[in-house]
């Protein structure tokens, strides 16, 4: 059983993304991500702070803009449309979840596609859906695709099966995973799914993204099977000092023995999304110049 | 075993249509579809024939613009963009395929996507993808589905299996079927997937859409399942005055007895495509006024 270590491979690839911001400074491109924060949720801040911190080590330059949890939606509206026209940003990032009074899709829909370095834009879900490959992909699945790449784990002709069809995961995960030159079998399974065990003990590779703790366990795994953990669940723990722990979809106890490769929770998927966050925003510099 | 009568449903949405055409015009709307046809292709203008002719049927004006085989992609778009600020029309439609010199995305992304009627416009992608309901689906999963429908079949919690990624038909029904509502589970399967037989199999419901004539054989059939058969193919036939027979996808024949239901080719999908553009160029009236 391989441990599929996602902290090195996001070192990894934010090595490569430090060449790459050295490379586009030479050509007089200084890369730079905006990123929104509304109100004071404090796990945003945490997600928010780790996105800017990442610039910070690899040179791209961050901008990030608090604003109060009862700003209208009309005034960030015009926040984004600032930043779709600052020559100085090229990737635009509004932290989810935003509080209720704000239509989030509309807010999504103002960013400048070209900056949409969530990749969650219509124009992006449409290039993804079409195998358009200048448009931007979600950084989770993104993140996910690389861990499967870096470890050599075959998908042409192998059977996936991705559990959750948000827009955010599930969906993208398949859609990237059925497309020409991936070439798997892909299985979309979700709440709704009969017998999910037994559907997911087809899965040569099982990715779990359907945010319940540790729902995945021994008899929904293929001995043999790689599994990708996407959940990151807080579960109450009293024996830790901020009075929870991290887990997974994923009963990685259970699990782990059976596999040919497991990402672990944390230090799985988590690290790459940061990772891809960051590559999207080079690609956006690299497009925008 | 029931034999699914595309026919008949399809004459059923058409009554639908022509009650919809009578109420849009008591409210001063008269619905309009543009086909654009570009050279001489035989079976082109045989289904812009169809679709014009339907358009009369029920009360819809239409236009036929027929350009010839090298007119410049400048001109067609030059025409396209008259069409979506033209008033008496609310869909435009550009028969595939078009000659090499021009770049079809380009054609149907000029298209507004208020009038792609075809449901081909990145805009009406990303919205059946994001399950948004205010886009227009592609005319022929939107017939599969609605064959499902008026045959009462069951999808929530049911295994389909998609045989087909294509854009125009694969992509979208899995899309479709798995979004929150329909509930299947669904596998896509292609060209590249070990043992197809084997995962057509699972299917509760199987949709066949990979344009090879009569592939699908009973080996790929559950007993019991509902087989949708997308194919439409020519296959040489020196009994027959034209010199060819149509057959789909499945081997129909080999196929029928083991199902509880199943599509024929022809008289199955076909006659759904056509009715769904209807309903499609409708709700552009409805949604333009």
Request: net charge negative.
């Amino acid at each position: 059983m391989k441990v599929i270590d996602g902290k090195a491979v996001s070192a990894k690839v934010l090595t490569e993304c430090q060449a790459e911001v050295t490379s586009l400074k030479a050509e007089g491109i200084s890369p730079g991500l905006a990123v929104v924060l509304v109100g004071e949720d404090p796990a945003s801040q945490v997600y928010v702070g780790s996105k800017v911190k990442t610039c910070e080590e690899i040179g791209i330059y961050s901008r990030k803009i608090v604003q109060p949890v009862d700003i209208s939606e009309e005034r960030l509206l015009e926040i984004v449309h600032e930043l779709n026209v600052d020559n100085a940003i090229h990737g635009i990032l509004v932290q989810s979840p935003l509080p209720s009074h704000i239509d989030e899709a509309k807010i999504v829909e103002a960013i400048d596609p070209a900056k949409d370095v969530d990749g969650f834009h219509p124009e992006n879900v449409a290039k993804l859906t079409l195998e358009d490959s200048t448009g931007f992909v979600a950084c989770t699945p993104a993140g996910c695709m690389r861990l499967l790449e870096e470890y050599g784990v075959e998908t042409a002709g192998k059977e996936v099966v991705v559990v959750g069809r948000s827009m955010i995961v599930g969906k993208p995960m398949a859609l990237l995973l059925v497309a020409r030159g991936v070439d798997a079998t892909v299985t979309i399974a979700h709440s709704r799914t009969n017998d999910l065990a037994a559907v997911c003990r087809r899965a040569d590779i099982l990715i779990a993204a359907v945010g319940r703790p540790e729902m995945i366990t021994a008899d929904f795994v293929k001995e043999g099977a790689v599994v990708i953990d996407v959940g990151v669940n807080r579960v109450d723990d009293a024996t830790k000092k901020r009075g929870y722990r991290l887990t997974g979809d994923v009963d990685y106890q259970g699990v782990a023995a059976q596999c040919e490769a497991i990402t672990p929770v944390p230090g799985g998927v988590g690290p790459m999304t940061i990772a891809m966050l960051m590559k999207n925003t080079l690609k956006a510099a690299r497009q925008i110049g």
